[in-house]
């Protein structure tokens, strides 16, 4: 069916399940370790050897040569499967960097072979005696040089992405107040708790990988382009993911490998990709330069805003666009967003949470931030004093719903803005400097085709099967809420079965759009069935009431058990009129922190999170999805960076040892509120998902926080100290 025109009433606003905090079914699983996670599927193939993937050496160059003869003759090992020896696997469009095979080396920890062994222990001894001969040549590693000349990067239509509106140059010569600064954000890592992990085997010619993947039906018609072989020849599954992140939106050496090294050794293999590998083998958020210009009338008003961005990719595309947030969140009549992508030999930069806007809005909103100061404007009210009407960038389209005011009025009331001193560096608690902050969120909400089939057993019971993927989110669990409410059965009588390519194509999780779009799915499917039920039992499907295990129409009422044992698949497409409106989700973020005095050291001590997101499905669930994301943006304003090495091109600190993350003990207090809002131009449901915007503000919250408590505008994240230290207020 196709969602065609905004959702009226329907059953779901009168949900006695949907909308509910509930625990998630899948927890019971997770917490007693009997979860299927990828690599300890024991059960699905029998006899599985071990995997265990080499990596380059160096950045860029090419293979020499590979001597394999003492690791092929190494105890238990069972195929050495070389790069040198393998033509290269295809290439889908969801990679930017080749995965194995040939001689040439795109960056460093490239996979360059896999050594498969009875054991573990096995495969990596045999893969240390592998002797590697290199040519290595120059390559690009400095984002900052790099930037000189970079060209523009391909925007919509393969148009250079480079937008204007009004006179910018103008309206910001004559602007009374300005802001023109630069803003450095850092390489970022995944880090999930999971690594790739796959199994693979294969049945004559037919393929079966149970793996770790958030796009069950993208990673099949991936492995497809790579192995070169029929899509339909080849079973992908996916029930268990222990962290994406958009890490896992697409295959890596992990399958292609195991996949590749099943076929060499006979038999099934397993491949968990070592940890120290995962930052430089895989993908990472990259690196940008930004430049905010904003000019504005003495009373806030923004008359010209601009915003470019720099960042690098090893294939010159695909960078990450800080720009994506700006056309959305302040009015201003002259406008100029640019984005440029540079050339870097570094390994491959794509997806990660919020890709673009959650380095954006470290720049934006701190941006916005130095216009308050300069106004001398509490910068609450110059974010109010801006709120468009229209959406700023594209004056022609319209907000589906927006309540970024009163995320913001309610944030400041909460969280006890009133008592923050405008002055910085004025508030003390002893030792430490104490500091509040605030900014705003935005993030896009898509939506994807999604497809499901629902059975109804004998006994009343509701079964549901969809390629959805649950990557810790609590996709189960909202799923069975969809099915629940529509069928009129117990949340009890509800299973669910995610992520296997054998069943209907949904969205799959990832970009803010799997619970909108997997849940309106599952409800055209329930609908189907319902039909389906009413046809077999003579009455209309589409009218009458399924509540309780019984089916109520004018005065008939049946039992949902006399309709027998059935099935029905349906799905849900988005019409064309979605095109008319900016459908997003915001939030206002806040943030206390403290800083030593005496060492520069910065605690937070408080975050809260106020969003507008539409129905929320699950509170339980939609609160942990945005205090983890609260704690990433933590991560990157503070402590989180990939540091390169320019010389051989390599992510120095690719491991969590170097690499580091926020704890428990660095995110003391967190409070996420969802305000009662409804959204009928994006699904049914009228929810849009919230799994991005907690990572779109929250550390411009903390960075303008760490000012407030200073006076130091720092511009380059992290936060570390050591660029602040020495400018610390006197201790008196």
């Known amino acids: 069916m196709e969602f065609d025109a905004p959702a009226g009433t329907n059953v779901f606003d009168k949900a006695k399940i949907v909308g509910k905090s509930t625990p998630r079914i899948d927890g019971p699983l997770k917490t007693t370790g009997t979860a299927p996670y990828a690599a300890e599927r024991h059960d699905v193939a029998a006899n599985q050897a071990y995997g265990f993937i080499v990596g380059s050496a160096i950045a860029k160059g090419r293979i020499v040569s590979m001597d394999t003869a003492a690791a092929k003759a190494a105890p238990g090992v069972l195929a050495v499967v070389a790069a040198p020896e393998t033509k290269p696997v295809g290439k889908p469009q969801f990679n930017n960097a080749p995965l194995f095979g040939g001689s040439q080396i795109s960056h460093y920890h490239q996979a360059i072979a896999c050594v498969v062994a009875e054991t573990f222990e096995q495969a990596r001894a045999a893969a240390a005696l592998?002797?590697?001969?290199?040519?290595?040549?120059?390559?690009?590693?400095?984002?900052?040089?790099?930037?000189?000349?970079?060209?523009?990067?391909?925007?919509?239509?393969?148009?250079?992405?480079?937008?204007?509106?009004?006179?910018?140059?103008?309206?910001?010569?004559?602007?009374?107040?300005k802001v023109d600064a630069r803003y450095h954000t850092a390489d970022e890592s995944h880090a999930m708790m999971e690594p790739f992990a796959t199994i693979a085997a294969w049945e004559g010619d037919r393929l079966t990988i149970w793996t770790s993947n958030q796009m069950i039906n993208w990673a099949k018609r991936s492995m497809s382009q790579i192995l070169g072989i029929p899509a339909e020849n080849?079973?992908?599954?996916?029930?268990?993911?222990?962290?994406?992140?958009?890490?896992?939106?697409?295959?890596?050496?992990?399958?292609?490998?195991?996949?590749?090294?099943?076929?060499?050794?006979?038999?099934?293999?397993?491949?968990?990709?070592?940890?120290?590998?995962?930052?430089?083998?895989?993908?990472?958020?990259h690196a940008t330069i930004q430049r905010l210009r904003i000019g504005a009338e003495r009373d806030g008003r923004i008359t010209a805003i601009a915003h470019e961005n720099w960042s690098g990719n090893l294939n010159g595309e695909d960078g990450e666009n800080g720009t994506l947030q700006t056309p959305k969140l302040y009015a201003g009549a002259n406008r100029l967003t640019a984005n440029y992508i540079a050339t870097l030999d570094l390994p491959e930069g794509n997806a990660m949470r919020a890709p673009g806007e959650a380095p954006g809005h470290l720049a934006l909103e701190v941006a916005m931030d130095e216009l308050a100061e300069q106004l001398g404007m509490d910068p609450i009210e110059l974010r109010i004093r801006n709120e468009p009407d229209m959406v700023p960038g594209d004056p022609k389209k319209r907000f589906s719903e927006r309540h970024l005011t009163r995320c913001l009025r309610e944030g400041a009331e909460r969280f006890g803005w009133s008592k923050r001193s405008a002055k910085p560096a004025a508030t003390r608690?002893?030792?430490?400097?104490?500091?509040?902050?605030?900014?705003?969120?935005?993030?896009?909400?898509?939506?994807?085709k999604s497809a499901a089939r629902i059975?109804?057993?004998?006994?009343?019971?509701?079964?549901?099967?969809?390629?959805?993927?649950?990557?810790?989110?609590?996709?189960?669990?909202?799923?069975?809420?969809?099915?629940a409410e529509t069928m009129g059965v117990p949340l009890d009588r509800v299973s669910v079965d995610l992520g296997d390519s054998d069943f209907p194509v949904a969205a799959g999780s990832g970009g803010q759009w799997g619970a909108a779009s997997s849940t309106a799915g599952v409800y055209a499917a329930c609908l189907a069935l319902r039909r389906a039920i009413g046809e077999k039992l003579g009455f209309d499907g589409d009218a009458a009431q399924f509540e309780d295990g019984k089916i109520r129409l004018g005065n008939r009422t049946l039992a949902l058990t006399d309709a027998g044992a059935?099935?029905?698949?349906?799905?849900?497409?988005?019409?064309?009129?979605?095109?008319?409106?900016?459908?997003?989700?915001?939030?206002?973020?806040?943030?206390?922190?403290?800083?030593?005095?005496?060492?520069?050291?910065?605690?937070?001590?408080?975050?809260?999170?106020?969003?507008?997101?539409?129905?929320?499905?699950?509170?339980?669930?939609?609160?942990?999805q945005v205090i983890g994301a609260m704690v990433?943006?933590?991560?990157?304003?503070?402590?989180?960076?990939?540091?390169?090495?320019?010389?051989?091109?390599?992510?120095?600190?690719?491991?969590?040892?170097?690499?580091?993350?926020?704890?428990h003990a660095d995110i003391p207090h967190q409070e996420c509120i969802f305000l009662d809002t409804l959204d009928p131009v994006i699904s049914p449901l009228k929810a849009k998902g919230v799994g991005e915007l907690g990572?779109?503000?929250?550390?411009?919250a903390v960075a303008n926080a760490v000012y407030n408590a200073t006076g130091i505008r720092v511009r380059d994240y992290p936060l570390t100290l050591d660029k602040y230290l020495d400018k610390l207020p006197a201790i008196a």
């Open 695 to 700: 990572i779109c503000g929250p550390g411009a």
């Open 429 to 448: 608690d002893g030792r430490w400097l104490v500091g509040m902050g605030v900014a705003a969120g935005y993030r896009g909400a898509p939506t994807m």
């Open 130 to 177: 592998i002797n590697t001969r290199y040519d290595r040549a120059e390559g690009a590693f400095d984002l900052e040089k790099a930037t000189l000349g970079a060209p523009l990067a391909k925007g919509s239509g393969d148009k250079p992405d480079r937008k204007t509106l009004g006179d910018f140059d103008a309206a910001f010569a004559a602007a009374p107040v």
């Open 566 to 624: 059935m099935s029905a698949e349906g799905d849900m497409s988005f019409g064309a009129f979605k095109k008319d409106y900016d459908v997003g989700t915001y939030a206002a973020h806040f943030a206390e922190v403290a800083v030593d005095a005496y060492t520069g050291e910065t605690r937070i001590r408080r975050m809260l999170a106020v969003c507008d997101a539409g129905r929320i499905l699950n509170p339980l669930s939609a609160r942990s």
């Open 234 to 285: 080849i079973r992908v599954d996916s029930p268990y993911i222990g962290g994406g992140f958009g890490g896992k939106l697409f295959i890596r050496a992990d399958a292609v490998l195991a996949a590749l090294g099943a076929k060499a050794a006979g038999r099934p293999v397993k491949i968990a990709m070592q940890r120290p590998l995962m930052a430089n083998n895989a993908t990472h958020r």
């Open 632 to 663: 990433m943006s933590a991560g990157a304003a503070l402590m989180e960076e990939l540091a390169v090495d320019k010389r051989f091109g390599l992510f120095v600190n690719h491991d969590l040892a170097g690499y580091e993350v926020p704890v």
């Open 455 to 483: 059975k109804l057993t004998a006994d009343g019971r509701i079964n549901v099967q969809t390629d959805m993927t649950d990557i810790g989110t609590g996709s189960y669990t909202i799923i069975a809420q969809t099915a």
